[in-house]
C-alpha cells in the first residue's frame, strides 16, 4: 500500500483531493457520451486528482474501485456522473463512508435520465456532461461534513379505503402484531369485490372469499374499523403522521346496535322508496337500512335526505320503539373527528367504473335493456335485486344477449388505456348468463386480452360452451322495428368482413376503469403524485410499485392502475410488507438538508417567521432560531433571508453558485 | 460574453444556454421520467437540483445571467402540490418581482420562465425545453452588462 498522500483541510478554501468517475451503464450512457473524453475532461479539473471510468459503477467492483481509491489516494470528496440520484446515491454515500470519509462528501451528476437518454448528438451530450461534472466538481469542494438525522418510526398504521385491497393489507399488517385504522367511506367495507357474483377465472363466489376476511377484520383485535369516515387532514412525515378523520353520522350507536335488522321491519315505509346504492339502484330501500347482508360492521344507517323523521319531525319513530332498551337509534348524531398518529399510510381506494351514460350511442339509461357490467353482476348475484334470476327492466327473460366490450376502454375519445379487466369479465358474465338464462350470447370484442394464469383456458372455456365472439366494435345500437323491445346491435365483424346487425334483448355494457372522482382530493391531501389518467403514480414503475414520492405513503389495488383481485391482493400484500419493513426497522435517517441561522449574521427582521410552513422558525432573543426536528429542509427561508444569515446544509449558497458558475464556464 | 455578436440579431451557430433550476419532487423527477421515456428535448439546459423550487434565491437567476445564461427556466410543482406546502407559492412571488426588475434592466421577459411541471409530465418537460431553447436562440444571446469593477471601492464607501 503506498503511503496516503498529504490531506488538505476540506472547509473549501484550500483544495481537497477529489476523485472523479464517469459511468458507461453498459451502453446506455457510452452510447450517447463519449465517456472517455468526459473522464479526461475532469482530470483537468482543479482538485481533481484522479478521474476514472467505468463500465459499471454501481456494481460492486465499481463501489471497491471508490473505496481503494480513497484509501490509497487519499481522496477527500468524490464525484460519480451516472443516473439519476434518486436511484444510486444512496449506493455511492455508503461506499463513501465504509471508504473512510464523510458520505456527504459526494456529490452525484446526472448524465443518464437528464443526458444520454434524452439527446441524439453526441457531441451535445457529451458538452453537457462536461457541464454538470464541471459543476459538481467545483460544488464538492464546499461540502461539509454531515450526519444523517434519524427519526422513530410509529408502529401504527393508516389504511384508506376497505376494498379487498384495503382488507388485504390491513389485515397482513394487523396479523404482523401492528395497530391499524382502516377507514372507509362506504358504510360498509368490502368495496367493488362484494359487489360481484362470481371471480374469474376460477368462478369462485366473491362472497364466499371475502366475507371471511371481512369479518377477520371485524373481529381483529389490532384494527379499527371507521366506516362512513374520510381522511381530511394530513400532517407530519415519514414515521410521524398525524392524520385527522372526519366521521359522517350512521345516526345509529354503533357499538349498541346488534344488526336484528327489527328496525328496517318496523319502518313506517312499508315498502322502500330510495334507490338501492349497493344495488345500483336496481332495487329500493327505506330510509334505514345496511347497505347489504355480509355488511361490517354489522350496523344499519339511516339516510336524513329520506327519513321522515329527519324531514318533517313528525314520524311515529316505530325504528326507536322496536329497537327498545338496547336504544341504538340516535337522531342527534353529529359529524365528530378522531385524530390519531401513525408512521405509514397505506392509500387502497380503488376505482369509479366508466358512466356509460357518456357514450350514449350505446342506448345506456335511453333502453330498457341495455346494463353495464356492474349492474348485471348485481342481477345475477343470488343476494342482489332479483334474487339471481335474470329478469329485465320490462319483466321479460333474455333470449337473446349481447355483450360489448371496451366501453370507456381504449378509445381517445374516453380513455386511452386498457381497464384489462373488462375481457375477463365479460367472458365471466357470458359464461353466468347462459347458465341462468340459455339464452344465445353474443360478445363484441376489439382483442380479446386474457394475459394472466388459467385466462386464455377460461376463454377457450366459453368459446366452447357455445358463446359467440364477434371481432368488432358496436358502433350503433337502436330500437327493432315492431315495437319487440328488443334493441339492434350493429358492428361491422373485421373478421368476417361484414357488418352485422344482430336483435337482443339484453345489452351488456363492459364498462372500464376510472380513477375515483375526488382522486385528485386524495392526492392533495396525501402528496402524492397522480399519472396516466389520474391514478396514482408509483414511486418506480418497475421497482418501487407500491411506494410513492411520499415516504411512508403506500399504494395498493386499483388506485395505482386498473388491475384484477389477484394483482390487487398481491399489491396489497406488498404495501403491507414495505410498511412493515419500515416499522420493524425501527427508525428512518432524514436527509440531513435542515436549513440554521448564524447568529451573528442575523439582524432579527423577521422576514423568515411567516414564511416557514412548519413553523420551525422563533424569534428568541432577536434572533432567528431554526428548530432543526421541525424543518424539512425546503430553503425557502434561506432565499429570502435579506442578509444572507440562514444557511442550507447541503444546498449552501456557495454550493449552488459553484454550480452555476461550473455550469457555465467556458472551457 | 466571450462571443462577439450583435446583439438582438440571430447570429449562427448560437446555442442557448439555459440554467435550470428544478425542484426535488417534481420537475426534477419528470425530467428523470423524460429519461427513463426517452424522449428526445434540445440539450441546451443544465440542470441544478434543488429541495424546492422556494429555494431559489433570485441572486442565483441574475448570477446566471450574469455568468452567460442566456435563460433560466425554474421548475416547481404545481399550486397546491408542493412537497413543502408553499414553497411554489414564494417561488411565484419572487419570480413576478424578478421578471420586472429583469426587464428594467433590458432582460427580454422571455428569458426566465417558472413552469409548474408534475413527476408524471415528461412531455410537459420535454415541450418547455424545446420551447424555450427556440423562443431564447430566436431573441439571441443575452447581453446583461455586468461591470467590471469589483465592488470593493463601493464597500469603502458604505464604510
Same mark, same amino acid.
Given at each position: 500500500?503506498?503511503?496516503?498522500?498529504?490531506?488538505?483541510?476540506?472547509?473549501?478554501?484550500?483544495?481537497?483531493?477529489?476523485?472523479?468517475?464517469?459511468?458507461?451503464?453498459?451502453?446506455?450512457?457510452?452510447?450517447?457520451?463519449?465517456?472517455?473524453?468526459?473522464?479526461?475532461?475532469?482530470?483537468?479539473?482543479?482538485?481533481?486528482?484522479?478521474?476514472?471510468?467505468?463500465?459499471?459503477?454501481?456494481?460492486?467492483?465499481?463501489?471497491?474501485?471508490?473505496?481503494?481509491?480513497?484509501?490509497?489516494?487519499?481522496?477527500? !470528496? @468524490?464525484?460519480?456522473?451516472?443516473?439519476?440520484?434518486?436511484?444510486?446515491?444512496?449506493?455511492?454515500?455508503?461506499?463513501?463512508?465504509?471508504?473512510?470519509?464523510?458520505?456527504?462528501?459526494?456529490?452525484?451528476?446526472?448524465?443518464?435520465?437528464?443526458?444520454?437518454?434524452?439527446?441524439?448528438?453526441?457531441?451535445?451530450? +457529451?458538452?453537457?456532461?462536461?457541464?454538470?461534472?464541471?459543476?459538481?466538481?467545483?460544488?464538492?469542494?464546499?461540502?461539509?461534513?454531515?450526519?444523517?438525522?434519524?427519526?422513530?418510526?410509529?408502529?401504527?398504521?393508516? @389504511?384508506?379505503?376497505?376494498?379487498?385491497?384495503?382488507?388485504?393489507?390491513?389485515?397482513?399488517?394487523?396479523?404482523?402484531?401492528?395497530?391499524?385504522?382502516?377507514?372507509?367511506?362506504?358504510?360498509?367495507?368490502?368495496?367493488?369485490?362484494?359487489?360481484?357474483?362470481?371471480?374469474?377465472?376460477?368462478?369462485?363466489?366473491?362472497?364466499?372469499?371475502?366475507?371471511?376476511?371481512?369479518?377477520?377484520?371485524?373481529?381483529?383485535?389490532?384494527?379499527?374499523?371507521?366506516?362512513?369516515?374520510?381522511?381530511?387532514?394530513?400532517?407530519?412525515?415519514?414515521?410521524?403522521?398525524?392524520?385527522?378523520?372526519?366521521?359522517?353520522?350512521?345516526?345509529?350507536?354503533?357499538?349498541?346496535?346488534?344488526?336484528?335488522?327489527?328496525?328496517?321491519?318496523?319502518?313506517?315505509? !312499508?315498502?322502500?322508496?330510495?334507490?338501492?346504492?349497493?344495488?345500483?339502484?336496481?332495487?329500493?330501500?327505506?330510509?334505514?337500512? #345496511?347497505?347489504?347482508?355480509?355488511?361490517?360492521?354489522?350496523?344499519?344507517?339511516?339516510?336524513?335526505?329520506?327519513?321522515?323523521?329527519?324531514?318533517?319531525?313528525?314520524?311515529?319513530?316505530?325504528?326507536?320503539?322496536?329497537?327498545?332498551?338496547?336504544?341504538?337509534?340516535?337522531?342527534?348524531?353529529?359529524?365528530?373527528?378522531?385524530?390519531?398518529?401513525?408512521?405509514?399510510?397505506?392509500?387502497? +381506494?380503488?376505482?369509479?367504473?366508466?358512466?356509460?351514460?357518456?357514450?350514449?350511442?350505446?342506448?345506456?339509461?335511453?333502453?330498457?335493456?341495455?346494463?353495464?357490467?356492474?349492474?348485471?353482476?348485481?342481477?345475477?348475484?343470488?343476494?342482489?335485486?332479483?334474487?339471481?334470476?335474470?329478469?329485465?327492466?320490462?319483466?321479460?327473460?333474455?333470449?337473446?344477449?349481447? #355483450?360489448?366490450?371496451?366501453?370507456?376502454?381504449?378509445?381517445?375519445?374516453?380513455?386511452?388505456?386498457?381497464?384489462?379487466?373488462?375481457?375477463?369479465?365479460?367472458?365471466?358474465?357470458?359464461?353466468?348468463?347462459?347458465?341462468?338464462?340459455?339464452?344465445?350470447?353474443?360478445?363484441?370484442? #376489439?382483442?380479446?386480452?386474457?394475459?394472466?394464469?388459467?385466462?386464455?383456458?377460461?376463454?377457450?372455456?366459453?368459446?366452447?360452451?357455445?358463446?359467440?365472439?364477434?371481432?368488432?366494435?358496436?358502433?350503433? @345500437?337502436?330500437?327493432?322495428?315492431?315495437?319487440?323491445?328488443?334493441?339492434?346491435?350493429?358492428?361491422?365483424?373485421?373478421?368476417?368482413?361484414?357488418?352485422?346487425?344482430?336483435?337482443?334483448?339484453?345489452?351488456?355494457?363492459?364498462?372500464?376503469?376510472?380513477?375515483?372522482?375526488?382522486?385528485?382530493?386524495?392526492?392533495?391531501?396525501?402528496?402524492?403524485?397522480?399519472?396516466?389518467?389520474?391514478?396514482?403514480?408509483?414511486?418506480?414503475?418497475?421497482?418501487?410499485?407500491?411506494?410513492?414520492?411520499?415516504?411512508?405513503?403506500?399504494?395498493?389495488?386499483?388506485?395505482?392502475?386498473?388491475?384484477?383481485?389477484?394483482?390487487?391482493?398481491?399489491?396489497?400484500?406488498?404495501?403491507?410488507?414495505?410498511?412493515?419493513?419500515?416499522?420493524?426497522?425501527?427508525?428512518?435517517?432524514?436527509?440531513?438538508?435542515?436549513?440554521?441561522?448564524?447568529?451573528?449574521?442575523?439582524?432579527?427582521?423577521?422576514?423568515?417567521?411567516?414564511?416557514?410552513?412548519?413553523?420551525?422558525?422563533?424569534?428568541?432573543?432577536?434572533?432567528?432560531?431554526?428548530?432543526?426536528?421541525?424543518?424539512?429542509?425546503?430553503?425557502?427561508?434561506?432565499?429570502?433571508?435579506?442578509?444572507?444569515?440562514?444557511?442550507?446544509?447541503?444546498?449552501?449558497?456557495?454550493?449552488?453558485?459553484?454550480?452555476?458558475?461550473?455550469?457555465?464556464?467556458?472551457? | 460574453?466571450?462571443?462577439? $455578436?450583435?446583439?438582438?440579431?440571430?447570429?449562427?451557430?448560437?446555442?442557448?444556454?439555459?440554467?435550470?433550476?428544478?425542484?426535488?419532487?417534481?420537475?426534477?423527477?419528470?425530467?428523470?421520467?423524460?429519461?427513463?421515456?426517452?424522449?428526445?428535448?434540445?440539450?441546451?439546459?443544465?440542470?441544478?437540483?434543488?429541495?424546492?423550487?422556494?429555494?431559489?434565491?433570485?441572486?442565483?437567476?441574475?448570477?446566471?445571467?450574469?455568468?452567460?445564461?442566456?435563460?433560466?427556466?425554474?421548475?416547481?410543482?404545481?399550486?397546491?402540490?408542493? $412537497?413543502?406546502?408553499?414553497?411554489?407559492?414564494?417561488?411565484?412571488?419572487?419570480?413576478?418581482?424578478?421578471?420586472?426588475?429583469?426587464?428594467?434592466?433590458?432582460?427580454?421577459?422571455?428569458?426566465?420562465?417558472?413552469?409548474?411541471?408534475?413527476?408524471?409530465?415528461?412531455?410537459?418537460?420535454?415541450?418547455?425545453?424545446?420551447?424555450?431553447?427556440?423562443?431564447?436562440?430566436?431573441?439571441?444571446?443575452? $447581453?446583461?452588462?455586468?461591470?467590471?469593477?469589483?465592488?470593493?471601492?463601493?464597500?469603502?464607501?458604505?464604510?
Amino acid at each position: 500500500m503506498p503511503e496516503p498522500a498529504a490531506r488538505t483541510s476540506g472547509n473549501g478554501n484550500g483544495t481537497p483531493r477529489i476523485g472523479v468517475y464517469v459511468c458507461h451503464c453498459g451502453t446506455n450512457i457510452a452510447s450517447t457520451i463519449d465517456v472517455a473524453a468526459a473522464q479526461r475532461a475532469a482530470e483537468s479539473l482543479p482538485g481533481v486528482v484522479l478521474s476514472r471510468e467505468y463500465k459499471y459503477m454501481c456494481s460492486d467492483p465499481g463501489q471497491e474501485m471508490i473505496k481503494d481509491d480513497i484509501r490509497d489516494h487519499g481522496l477527500e !470528496r @468524490v464525484v460519480v456522473a451516472s443516473c439519476s440520484p434518486c436511484l444510486h446515491e444512496e449506493t455511492f454515500r455508503t461506499a463513501i463512508a465504509d471508504g473512510g470519509i464523510n458520505p456527504y462528501f459526494f456529490q452525484m451528476v446526472n448524465i443518464r435520465e437528464h443526458d444520454s437518454w434524452v439527446h441524439k448528438d453526441m457531441a451535445a451530450a +457529451t458538452a453537457k456532461a462536461n457541464d454538470l461534472i464541471r459543476a459538481a466538481v467545483r460544488r464538492v469542494r464546499f461540502h461539509q461534513p454531515l450526519e444523517a438525522r434519524r427519526v422513530p418510526i410509529d408502529p401504527k398504521v393508516l @389504511v384508506l379505503g376497505g376494498g379487498i385491497a384495503g382488507i388485504h393489507a390491513a389485515l397482513t399488517l394487523a396479523n404482523a402484531g401492528k395497530q391499524v385504522y382502516l377507514v372507509e367511506r362506504e358504510p360498509s367495507i368490502g368495496g367493488h369485490m362484494a359487489m360481484f357474483d362470481k371471480t374469474f377465472p376460477t368462478l369462485d363466489c366473491a362472497a364466499c372469499i371475502l366475507t371471511p376476511k371481512m369479518t377477520q377484520v371485524r373481529n381483529h383485535p389490532n384494527i379499527t374499523i371507521w366506516t362512513m369516515s374520510d381522511v381530511v387532514e394530513v400532517d407530519g412525515f415519514v414515521g410521524n403522521y398525524k392524520v385527522k378523520v372526519k366521521h359522517r353520522p350512521r345516526y345509529i350507536l354503533e357499538e349498541a346496535c346488534v344488526g336484528c335488522l327489527e328496525c328496517i321491519d318496523a319502518c313506517v315505509f !312499508r315498502r322502500g322508496k330510495t334507490p338501492d346504492e349497493f344495488n345500483l339502484g336496481l332495487s329500493k330501500r327505506k330510509p334505514i337500512y #345496511i347497505p347489504f347482508p355480509q355488511a361490517v360492521p354489522q350496523v344499519v344507517l339511516i339516510d336524513p335526505d329520506t327519513c321522515i323523521e329527519f324531514r318533517t319531525g313528525k314520524c311515529k319513530k316505530t325504528c326507536i320503539e322496536v329497537c327498545a332498551d338496547r336504544n341504538a337509534i340516535d337522531f342527534t348524531q353529529t359529524e365528530t373527528f378522531d385524530e390519531v398518529e401513525v408512521g405509514s399510510i397505506v392509500v387502497a +381506494t380503488g376505482f369509479k367504473a366508466f358512466d356509460a351514460g357518456r357514450l350514449p350511442q350505446y342506448g345506456y339509461g335511453r333502453y330498457d335493456g341495455v346494463y353495464t357490467a356492474l349492474e348485471v353482476e348485481r342481477l345475477v348475484n343470488a343476494s342482489g335485486p332479483t334474487e339471481g334470476k335474470i329478469v329485465l327492466r320490462d319483466g321479460r327473460e333474455p333470449e337473446r344477449i349481447g #355483450i360489448i366490450h371496451c366501453i370507456g376502454s381504449r378509445d381517445k375519445n374516453t380513455n386511452v388505456y386498457c381497464s384489462r379487466v373488462c375481457c375477463m369479465y365479460s367472458l365471466k358474465l357470458a359464461h353466468l348468463l347462459q347458465e341462468k338464462t340459455n339464452a344465445e350470447i353474443y360478445e363484441f370484442y #376489439i382483442d380479446m386480452r386474457t394475459a394472466g394464469k388459467g385466462f386464455e383456458e377460461f376463454m377457450l372455456r366459453v368459446k366452447s360452451e357455445g358463446v359467440h365472439m364477434i371481432r368488432g366494435k358496436v358502433s350503433d @345500437v337502436y330500437p327493432e322495428a315492431g315495437g319487440t323491445g328488443r334493441v339492434v346491435l350493429q358492428a361491422e365483424d373485421s373478421l368476417a368482413g361484414m357488418v352485422r346487425k344482430i336483435p337482443v334483448d339484453m345489452v351488456v355494457l363492459a364498462t372500464g376503469l376510472e380513477p375515483q372522482p375526488d382522486a385528485e382530493d386524495v392526492r392533495r391531501i396525501f402528496n402524492i403524485t397522480c399519472a396516466g389518467g389520474g391514478f396514482f403514480m408509483e414511486r418506480h414503475p418497475k421497482l418501487a410499485p407500491v411506494s410513492t414520492f411520499t415516504d411512508g405513503v403506500f399504494l395498493a389495488g386499483a388506485c395505482q392502475a386498473p388491475k384484477d383481485i389477484p394483482d390487487t391482493v398481491a399489491q396489497a400484500g406488498a404495501a403491507a410488507a414495505e410498511a412493515l419493513a419500515l416499522i420493524d426497522h425501527g427508525y428512518i435517517e432524514l436527509e440531513p438538508n435542515t436549513a440554521y441561522v448564524v447568529a451573528e449574521e442575523c439582524s432579527g427582521c423577521k422576514t423568515c417567521l411567516g414564511l416557514c410552513p412548519f413553523s420551525a422558525i422563533t424569534r428568541v432573543d432577536g434572533k432567528a432560531q431554526i428548530n432543526p426536528v421541525l424543518c424539512k429542509g425546503c430553503g425557502t427561508c434561506v432565499a429570502a433571508c435579506p442578509s444572507g444569515a440562514i444557511k442550507q446544509n447541503l444546498f449552501e449558497d456557495e454550493e449552488i453558485y459553484e454550480e452555476i458558475m461550473g455550469v457555465l464556464a467556458h472551457v | 460574453m466571450s462571443e462577439t $455578436h450583435d446583439a438582438g440579431q440571430q447570429v449562427d451557430g448560437f446555442e442557448p444556454r439555459i440554467v435550470a433550476f428544478f425542484c426535488n419532487w417534481c420537475t426534477y423527477l419528470a425530467a428523470d421520467l423524460a429519461g427513463t421515456s426517452r424522449m428526445k428535448y434540445a440539450p441546451n439546459a443544465r440542470v441544478i437540483r434543488v429541495m424546492c423550487s422556494g429555494r431559489v434565491d433570485p441572486q442565483f437567476v441574475m448570477e446566471a445571467l450574469a455568468q452567460g445564461a442566456d435563460g433560466v427556466l425554474i421548475g416547481g410543482c404545481h399550486p397546491g402540490d408542493c $412537497h413543502y406546502q408553499s414553497g411554489n407559492y414564494k417561488a411565484l412571488r419572487r419570480y413576478h418581482l424578478l421578471r420586472r426588475m429583469l426587464t428594467d434592466l433590458g432582460v427580454e421577459e422571455k428569458r426566465i420562465r417558472l413552469e409548474w411541471i408534475s413527476a408524471a409530465e415528461a412531455d410537459k418537460l420535454r415541450d418547455v425545453m424545446n420551447e424555450m431553447v427556440a423562443e431564447i436562440r430566436a431573441l439571441g444571446p443575452a $447581453h446583461l452588462e455586468v461591470p467590471d469593477e469589483s465592488f470593493e471601492e463601493l464597500e469603502e464607501v458604505t464604510v
